[in-house]
């Protein structure tokens, strides 16, 4: 099954940027979507297809997808991004989709 | 507006089958290319993929789970229902549906109901 590698944990303060990846094996030909979860919700679908974000989500999400490694950058980080972060694909040789372990992202 | 939401047991002993219901509103499971996934997450962990079903019957499982899931719809009800055997400890988890759409990640999601396996 395909595997999506986050780093645990990313820490930013208020007004910089956060940069929060995805890797996964020539995940650059694949569309990858992208999750905020906070604390006891449900997941917020943030960046979908590499870098298209849902209506009424700020520009400041921005997705990018190239080689092994997508990532999420999130500018001008408030207190309110703070958040666990999925990143998801579908795995078409498993017929499924498949998250990322999740990144936790604390602003300082 | 679209709206989904979760129900069943919030307690469930080991061996025994978890029946989980999603009824939804908003949308139909007969429009060409809508579909319903379930999706889990237990306490402090990662969110994991369990099963998708398209407007069409079209059904796709976890892999690693596929033998004990199996994923069911009734349009009439819009009731989308999921049913996992020989439930664990491990099993222990909330577990969400949300609404999809053929080539589309999920984007509509319930509140969730957490679903805890204990003797």
């Known amino acids: 099954s395909y595997v999506l590698t986050q780093p645990p944990s990313v820490s930013v303060a208020p007004g910089q940027t956060a940069r929060i990846t995805c890797g996964g094996d020539?995940?650059?030909?694949?569309?990858v979507h992208w999750y905020q979860q906070r604390p006891g919700q449900a997941p917020v679908l943030v960046v979908y297809d590499d870098s298209d974000r849902p209506s009424g989500i700020p520009e400041r999400f921005f997705g990018s997808n190239s080689g092994n490694t997508a990532t999420l950058t999130i500018s001008r980080v408030e207190a309110g991004d703070e958040a666990d972060y999925y990143c998801?694909?579908?795995?078409?040789?498993?017929?499924?989709?498949?998250f990322g372990s999740g990144t936790k992202v604390t602003v300082l | 507006q679209i709206t989904l939401k979760e129900s069943g047991p919030t307690l469930v002993k080991p061996t025994q089958t978890l029946t989980l219901t999603c009824t939804f509103s908003?949308?139909?499971?007969?429009?060409?290319?809508?579909?319903v996934g379930w999706i889990r997450q237990p306490p402090g962990e990662a969110l994991e993929w369990l099963a998708l079903i398209y407007w069409d019957d079209d059904k796709h499982y976890n892999p690693s789970l596929k033998s004990r899931l199996t994923i069911t719809k009734d349009t009439s009800k819009n009731h989308v229902v999921l049913n996992m055997t020989n439930m664990d400890p491990v099993d222990t988890a909330t577990y969400y549906c949300?609404?999809?759409?053929?080539?589309?990640?999920?984007?509509?999601w319930g509140q969730g109901t957490l679903v805890t396996v204990s003797s």
């Open positions: 908003g949308f139909s499971l007969s429009t060409s290319g809508v579909g």
């Open positions: 949300a609404h999809l759409e053929a080539q589309t990640p999920p984007d509509y």
């Open positions: 020539n995940i650059g030909s694949k569309s």
């Open positions: 998801q694909l579908w795995d078409n040789s498993g017929d499924h989709f498949v």
